[in-house]
């Protein structure tokens, strides 16, 4: 009668049935009582066992996380109207503010973000794949990973505009715009600027020591010391890009792209005209070239 019982109450318990199909088998299972129980629940639910199986082995290992190609995030805002200057001024607070995870994937992620909003995909996945961060749905407000796997959660209004964004007559002189991309010509820069007229620039004259300034950069393909650089004030960001990448070694395979706060600076603007600040740090993202098929 005892043995009776133990089934009807195992039996009101569908969750040790999951137990069984889904758990090693515990040291106490070798008791001849529980084989027993548990081959009658295996077979009684042997649709389920094999169900559960398929599923099983069409998963990932633990230690890998799935990717998909990142896409734009469409939303309507609900609790409030953002206007341009809101978004602006929350994703700058936003990425001011991280305090955990690693910094070259922040900076990663803000380079991304900013270049989703502008339609430019192909160049924000480049930024993704090259700070190894993964994206199992393809939003990134769904979540993200870095290659130690530390998730990264951003929100909607960091990630893209809601659709229901108030529009101003300011918005034209917001910097995510398409001239903040690169274009094919820019992307591979041999034609702007060559060594030598690098070279000539630097060394035009003697530039008074007020016409200076000092940059700091954190490229994002290596963990530091940040690279400082003197560049005249006047420079473009474009021309402070390739010199870091001339003083830095990298190879002309890859490029780098500058961003501050958030945002992908203007190639043919200078520094000091993008609202830099001085004792700010600069994010050089450093990404692979596309080829050219």
Same mark, same amino acid.
């Given at each position: 009668?005892?043995?009776?019982? @133990?089934?009807?109450? *195992? ?44 599923? $099983?082995?069409?998963?990932?290992? %633990?230690s ?14 609900k609790?409030?109207?953002?206007? $341009? ?11 001011e503010t991280?305090?955990?995870?690693r ?11 900013s270049?989703?909003r /502008? ?11 090259a ?5 199992? /749905?393809? *939003?990134l407000?769904?979540g ?9 959660r ?6 893209s505009?809601?659709?229901?964004i ?6 034209? *002189?917001?910097?995510d715009?398409?001239d ?10 041999d ?7 690098? #070279? ?11 016409? %200076? ?8 393909? #290596?963990?530091?010391? *940040?690279?400082?650089? @003197? ?5 473009n960001?474009? %021309?402070?890009? #390739? ?13 780098? #792209? %500058?961003?501050?706060?958030g $945002? ?7 520094l ?6 001085p ?9 692979p070239?596309?080829?050219?098929s």
């Open positions: 009668m005892g043995c009776c019982l @133990s089934l009807s109450r *195992d039996n009101d318990r569908p969750s040790y049935a999951a137990q069984v199909v889904t758990e090693e088998r515990r040291p106490e299972d070798s008791h001849p009582r529980a084989v027993a129980t548990s081959s009658a629940l295996s077979s009684a639910n042997s649709p389920a066992t094999a169900r559960a199986s398929r599923t $099983r082995s069409n998963h990932f290992p %633990l890998q996380h799935y990717n998909s190609p990142i896409r734009r995030h469409v939303w309507y805002s609790r409030r109207l953002w206007t $341009r200057a809101q978004l602006d001024q929350e994703r700058i607070e936003f990425f991280r305090v955990t995870g910094p070259e994937v922040w900076a990663a992620l803000s380079a991304a973000v270049l989703i /502008t339609g430019d995909l192909e160049t924000a996945q480049s930024f993704v794949d700070a190894g961060i993964t994206v199992p /749905t393809g *939003d407000c769904q993200c990973y870095d290659e130690q796997g530390v998730l990264y951003l929100p909607q209004c960091i990630v505009d809601p659709e229901n108030v529009r101003s007559d300011q918005d034209q *002189d917001d910097f715009t398409d903040g991309k690169l274009s094919s010509d820019e992307a591979s820069g034609e702007l600027i060559a060594d030598d007229v690098e #070279r000539r620039r630097d060394e035009k004259g003697k530039t008074s020591e007020r016409d %200076l300034i000092r940059v700091r950069a954190r490229l994002s393909d #290596r963990g530091g010391p *940040d690279m400082t650089l @003197s560049v005249v004030k006047t420079m960001v474009g %021309l402070i890009a #390739r010199k870091l990448q001339q003083e830095a070694g990298i190879p002309r395979t890859h490029r780098v #792209r %500058l961003a501050y706060l $945002r992908m600076l203007k190639e043919h603007v200078p000091v005209d993008q609202g830099w600040n004792a700010h740090v600069i994010n050089a993202l450093v990404v070239r596309p080829s050219v």
